[in-house]
């Protein structure tokens, strides 16, 4: 397994670098002009080339790369354009809220839907499997920030069972956190759930129409052990590749959540970075994203090879 892994971690290298490369070269060619923002509307030309001198953005593609290519090897990820506060050190100062609301979306939809997918394919064309089925659709449907409001109007606003926007670390109690970060959460995992469940559904009907299924029945197991101790192992590499999958696939919903909840995460910080163009947040941002895809996807290559030895060859 350890070989396996090693050369798992190594081959995925060049895959960074090259993503590494792809973040530099569009925000390098994006429209619009950091140092004009700075400046101001009533800054001259020469006070805008001062600026763009300042920040290095005046040298050549080559250069400015190479440069910055070198700090990133050395773990510098550059400094804000407008706070001047290292890049690292503002990414890390808003990955709580982040962690948080994707931790607990992780929870809530592999809690619901796994369980929802192999009753659905259990009871196969019954109301229920409808259901599921509706709701998969419906969940991969509307966007979150419409889902945001809705049930941020619902709850927070109308019932007033949560709160309406922010966050309360966890260091502020238990309680606090749980509530100022369930209902993003929430609505979050809708998508989540969606594709989880839709997935477990059809890899469980594949699963259960096999021999060994019948087999397990015929020997007089119960339907839960069926269902959810032989069946259900038998279906989790897809699975897994799914939540795998849709765990990255979040990052890009938390931004919008993160928005619509006035959570300060990393979502929030993008949006706000994007509008400054503050270019060292974007690209710090992107490239840690970037890492964590890769490193998720290494985790699901170990789990396959865990679950079937013939992958690690």
């Known amino acids: 397994m350890l070989p396996f892994v090693f050369w798992r971690t190594l ?66 990820f550059g400094s804000s354009i407008y706070t001047k506060i290292p890049v690292l050190q503002t990414i890390l100062s808003r990955l709580e809220p982040t962690l948080s609301l994707m931790a607990l979306t992780c929870v809530i939809a592999v809690t619901v839907a796994i369980p929802l997918g192999v009753l659905a394919a259990w009871k196969r064309g019954s109301a229920l499997d409808a259901a599921v089925i509706g709701g998969a659709v419906l969940g991969t449907s509307v966007p979150v920030f419409v889902m945001g409001y809705l049930l941020a109007y619902l709850f927070s606003v109308r019932l007033g069972w949560f709160p309406v926007q922010g966050y309360n670390p966890i260091a502020s109690g238990f309680s606090k956190w749980v509530m100022s970060i369930l209902l993003p959460s929430f609505v979050l995992s809708l998508g989540f759930i969606a594709s989880i469940a839709r997935i477990t559904r059809a890899t469980m009907l594949e699963v259960l129409s096999q021999d060994y299924v019948r087999t397990a ?7 839960r052990a069926v269902l959810f101790v032989h069946s259900l192992r038998n279906a989790a590499v897809p699975i897994a590749t799914v939540v795998g999958q849709g765990v990255v696939m979040l990052i890009g919903g938390a931004v919008v959540t993160e928005t619509v909840f006035n959570i300060p995460g990393i979502g929030r910080l993008t949006a706000d970075a994007i509008f400054q163009r503050d270019y060292p947040i974007i690209q710090g941002i992107v490239l840690l994203f970037s890492f964590a895809y890769v490193f998720v996807n290494i985790l699901i290559d170990v789990f396959y090879a865990a679950m079937d030895p013939q992958m690690r060859r």
């Open 11 to 76: 081959a995925s290298i060049p895959v960074v670098a090259l993503v590494a490369l792809l973040v530099f070269s569009m925000l390098y060619l994006t429209p619009g002009d950091p140092a004009t923002m700075l400046a101001g509307e009533a800054a001259s030309d020469a006070d805008i080339e001062r600026i763009r001198e300042a920040l290095g953005l005046n040298k050549g593609f080559i250069e400015r790369f190479s440069i910055w290519a070198l700090a990133l090897i050395q773990g510098d």
């Open 217 to 223: 029945r015929a020997k007089g197991l119960s339907e």
